[in-house]
């Protein structure tokens, strides 16, 4: 049974930061891609941030330069380091296998951007 457990998000304001932790168990973690995706109010959920069982990683134009995305293999841990915040950051942050989809996403961790 493979659980996902985000948790670090929080209210900040703009230009602040934030780091991101997602908690993985029951899955072979090590061999598998991980990710960030996001959800805003009324829009599709997004994926944000992503990185290799190598540590190659990729992100979204409008995150780049200022979100890090990280592994932890003997943690069985993934982060997000996110910096310069903005407001339409604002979403609900979860973490998932893009290429191993977990069919059962964890609860996320609510990031608000605002003064």
């Known amino acids: 049974q493979v659980q996902l457990v985000e948790s670090g998000g929080g209210l900040v304001q703009p230009g602040g930061s934030l780091r991101l932790s997602c908690a993985v168990s029951g899955s072979i973690f090590s061999i598998y891609a991980m990710g960030w995706y996001r959800q805003a109010p009324g829009k599709q959920r997004e994926l944000v941030a992503a990185i290799t069982s190598d540590g190659s990683t990729d992100y979204i134009d409008s995150v780049k330069g200022r979100f890090t995305i990280s592994r932890d293999n003997a943690k069985n841990t993934v982060y997000l380091q996110m910096n310069s915040l903005k407001p339409e950051d604002t979403a609900v942050y979860y973490c998932?296998?893009?290429?191993?989809?977990?069919?059962?996403w964890g609860q996320g961790t609510q990031v608000t951007v605002s003064l």
């Open positions: 998932n296998s893009p290429s191993h989809m977990h069919s059962e």
